[in-house]
């Protein structure tokens, strides 16, 4: 099998790239393997980005299936003109995890991590040294760190931790118009550079 | 109302953090077909996703096998043929499939929560049965009567540290520490035994941020006991004796 950003597969010694919006055609269509296919390749992805939102691996599992449920029933609606698969899964995946955890702190469950302690990345292993941490985060492409701290903060709180612009305000103790503006300028900043890396 | 208005409001949205009556007034607009609007969430939610990449996490295999056997189940439903009516057939036949799809769709949800759930058991168990031999461990040692109870005081830049080291004749013990900080980036606490004058690593014990740690230590039937225990601070790597300041002494 040769990798390739797009993937592919071997069919009788011959190598045919499936592209992610391929895929999701052939699952509105009812193919499993291509579901398989699609849930192998984005499913990590998906896996990691639920994760560092709900914490408990349980959850996220749990979110995971949620996420690729919907997906697969849904698949038939997919429009590539609204945006790519990852984006697509991505934003699946980011709203049923925030769901998750709006739904617990509704229940008024644990979660009593402080605000920043909430939004820290969790795949880190303590044990591992600040060298071999970097070695593993160089194939991230990390966006997020050419934001200004103040704009990164709005976002990763209301990305990651699931908080409203009313309640950044409250928690930051900022005016609700300077939570907007510093989102919009952050958000602006993002596909500035997401445009220039492609 | 200048779309700027606008362009503020789908930046928010797309973060997921608009709310009350400005998200029903950006969804209406939206909903009026803004296409300036829907390329801007589209820009957006391309570049969060980016910008969201984690390190790729392997979720457990239950997920996708779940999965995949619920559109097994769910194309199966759909592919069934129909049976052949008559006049009285389709109250039945719609209550039948209302209640298989009602069964279908609560079997699917508890084998969902309960394939999570033991999935979690099963990841927990050899962690409980590891945790439940340390334990067993410990009370026998505490049950030797050659056990000692030797207490370490904390020197140098801890002086508030505690330990307390059970050991026996073979050579076994369990050490149990208090208000040690954890180990700074790059070093590790050895614990040494002293038999003799001369030093026998026993391990490396770890702290919590409470700063709280435990290590046991296998039998080595060794002729000459140990009489003095020391931890030092050492430099990750292998060591051949202590080089580092001691931070726990039972002298």
């Not at chain 2, 079997?107 to 759930?117: D, H, I, S, T």
Request: neutral net charge.
């Amino acid at each position: 099998m040769i990798p390739t950003s797009r993937g592919c597969v071997w069919s009788w010694g011959t190598v045919v790239a499936t592209s992610g919006v391929d895929l999701i055609r052939k699952c509105a269509a009812g193919d499993h393997e291509a579901f398989a296919q699609f849930y192998d390749r984005y499913a990590p992805l998906a896996f990691a980005l639920i994760l560092r939102i709900v914490r408990e691996r349980a959850d996220a599992a749990d979110v995971l299936q949620e996420v690729f449920w919907e997906a697969w029933q849904s698949a038939g609606r997919y429009d590539p003109e609204r945006g790519s698969p990852e984006a697509w899964i991505s934003t699946r995946a980011r709203n049923r995890a925030i769901d998750r955890i709006r739904s617990i702190r509704r229940r008024g469950e644990s979660f009593g991590a402080p605000l920043n302690e909430s939004l820290k990345p969790i795949g880190e292993n303590p044990s591992q040294t600040v060298a071999e941490r970097a070695v593993e985060r160089r194939v991230i492409w990390d966006a997020l760190e050419r934001l200004s701290e103040s704009q990164r903060e709005v976002i990763e709180l209301a990305y990651f931790g699931g908080f409203t612009q009313t309640e950044i305000a409250e928690q930051l103790k900022l005016p609700l118009g300077t939570v907007k503006t510093r989102i919009r300028q952050g958000i602006e900043r993002l596909r500035e550079v997401v445009k220039q890396a492609t | 109302m200048s779309h700027e208005h606008f362009d503020t409001l789908a930046a928010v949205y797309a973060v997921g953090a608009l709310d009350g009556d400005e998200l029903a007034q950006f969804e209406q607009h939206l909903a009026q077909g803004c296409v300036r609007c829907a390329s801007a969430l589209r820009e957006s939610e391309e570049a969060l996703a980016m910008s969201a990449r984690e390190v790729p996490a392997v979720p457990p295999p239950f997920v996708k096998e779940a999965l995949l056997r619920r559109a097994a189940a769910a194309s199966a439903l759909r592919s069934r043929p129909e049976p052949s009516r008559s006049p009285w057939l389709p109250w039945a036949a719609a209550t039948a499939a209302a209640a298989l799809i009602g069964a279908v769709s609560a079997g699917m949800f508890v084998a969902r929560r309960y394939e999570a759930r033991l999935a979690q058991m099963a990841r927990e168990s050899p962690v409980l049965h590891e945790r439940l031999a340390l334990y067993t461990a410990v009370i026998n040692l505490l049950r030797d009567p050659s056990t000692r109870d030797v207490a370490l005081r904390g020197t140098g830049p801890n002086p508030g540290a505690a330990g307390r080291m059970l050991w026996n004749k073979s050579g076994e013990g369990h050490l149990f520490v208090a208000n040690l900080p954890p180990a700074p980036e790059g070093k590790a606490y050895e614990v040494w035994a002293f038999a003799r004058g001369a030093p026998r690593s026993a391990g490396r014990i770890q702290t919590d941020a409470s700063g709280k740690g435990g290590l046991h230590i296998a039998p080595d039937h060794s002729d000459h006991p140990a009489e003095v225990f020391t931890v030092t601070l050492e430099p990750a790597g292998d060591l051949f004796g202590p080089t580092g300041p001691v931070v726990l002494s039972s002298e």
